[in-house]
Each structure stands twice: as C-alpha cells, then as structure tokens.
T-cell receptor, first 110, second 114 residues
Framework: GQNIDQPTEMTATEGAIVQINCTYQTSGFNGLFWYQQHAGEAPTFLSYNVLDGLEEKGRFSSFLSRSKGYSYLLLKELQMKDSASYLCAAKTGGGNKLTFGTGTQLKVEL | DVKVTQSSRYLVKRTGEKVFLECVQDMDHENMFWYRQDPGLGLRLIYFSYDVKMKEKGDIPEGYSVSREKKERFSLILESASTNQTSMYLC?????????????FGPGTRLTVL
C-alpha cells in the first residue's frame, strides 16, 4: 500500500525558518509534490522533486532523498500569510496519480 | 490564467438523493481527478480520468461514479447520497506525461447530506 507521514501541526515565529518533514512508503514512486492550502481554499502547487537534492524557489525550498523515502519543505523568512496547511504528495506510476499525506497545519505567530 | 471551476461551492442534499458535482477546466488537460477531503484524513482520490470516456477507480470509489463525455468536463455522481458522504469535494486537472505536471485544483464543493 501507499503510506505518507507528516506532522499534524507546527508553530513558528514570524521571520524564522521552519522545516516540514514528510516520509513516504509507496510503490512505483515517481516524484514528490508539495502543495499549500489556506483555510477554505484550494491547494496550490509549491514544488516538485524527482531527483535527490534540494530545489530552491525564493523563500521556499524542497529536498528529496529517494533512498530514505524522505522529503522536507523549508520555509525561510516566515510571514503571517504562510499560516496554512502544507500537503506532501507522492506521484506513483506512469500517470499523474498522487497519494497525499494528511497535511501539516503551520501557524505563524508574532 | 489557468482555471478549474466547480458547479457549486456549497450543496445540501437529503439521504437517498442523486447528486451531480460538475467540474470544468479550460487548460486542455488530459487528466482529471475527483478527491474528497476530510479532517484528519487528508485528500483521498475517488476517481480519475486520462481521456474522454475513460475512467479509473481511485482509493475510495464505493458509492460514487463518474462521467467524462468531453475533455474539459468531469462529473462526479453520488447515486444515492448518504450522510457519510458529507465532505469537501475537490476536482483537479493536469497534463499527461512524465515529469512534474502539477495538478490544478478547483475551489471545492462542500456537500452536506442530511
């Protein structure tokens, strides 16, 4: 079966750095997505990793280790608007089917 | 500006009713997906489609069916709604092929079955 684990909740301070971890056990793994979802809104795409290593995109970076079944999303210079749920999703098989984790609710405080 | 739209933001139905949820995308995407999202369970795939008139079961297809008669439109049907189908329903679409073809999501339909 497919299994994706991420912490349920995290709290961080405005201006700080936070790392949200995700571990996965999936068959036919073919890439790892991160999405951001604000309350009452649709998920929006943040990043995609298929090779090992770090992908940087502005204040957000994402890391993947395929051998360890592990990924993290790094958010720098946190802003209040970063308070949201962050969804880790593994792409499996040749198509675009995704298996999602339950999401990490990040709260940014002053 | 890419867009996925869903027919309703909020819907209230009675147990046993037949319910249609419509999703339309304007990006010429081959793939379309229906998920439900519940607290503590995350996004779970109900059905998906890779092409017109083509459908495949996701992880929780029981109690649901789908229809894709045109490339841009993907419908989710609850044949006989039950209270355990009260949920947020999200539609998504993406291009086919290998690589990081992200899924674009619609705004969601919050369905309440009484």
């Amino acid at each position: 079966g497919q299994n994706i684990d991420q912490p349920t909740e995290m709290t961080a301070t405005e201006g700080a750095i936070v790392q949200i971890n995700c571990t996965y056990q999936t068959s036919g793994f073919n890439g790892l997505f991160w999405y951001q979802q604000h309350a009452g809104e649709a998920p929006t795409f943040l990043s995609y990793n298929v090779l090992d290593g770090l992908e940087e995109k502005g204040r957000f970076s994402s890391f993947l280790s395929r051998s360890k079944g592990y990924s993290y999303l790094l958010l720098k210079e946190l802003q209040m608007k970063d308070s949201a749920s962050y969804l880790c999703a593994a792409k499996t098989g040749g198509g675009n089917k995704l298996t999602f984790g339950t999401g990490t609710q990040l709260k940014v405080e002053l | 500006d890419v867009k996925v739209t869903q027919s309703s933001r909020y819907l209230v139905k009675r147990t046993g009713e037949k319910v249609f949820l419509e999703c339309v995308q304007d990006m010429d995407h081959e793939n379309m997906f229906w998920y439900r999202q519940d607290p503590g369970l995350g996004l779970r795939l109900i059905y998906f489609s890779y092409d017109v008139k083509m459908k495949e079961k996701g992880d929780i297809p029981e109690g649901y069916s789908v229809s894709r008669e045109k490339k841009e439109r993907f419908s989710l049907i609850l044949e006989s709604a039950s209270t355990n189908q009260t949920s947020m329903y999200l539609c998504a679409s993406s291009f086919q092929g290998t690589g990081g073809n992200e899924q674009f999501f619609g705004p969601g339909t919050r369905l309440t079955v009484l």
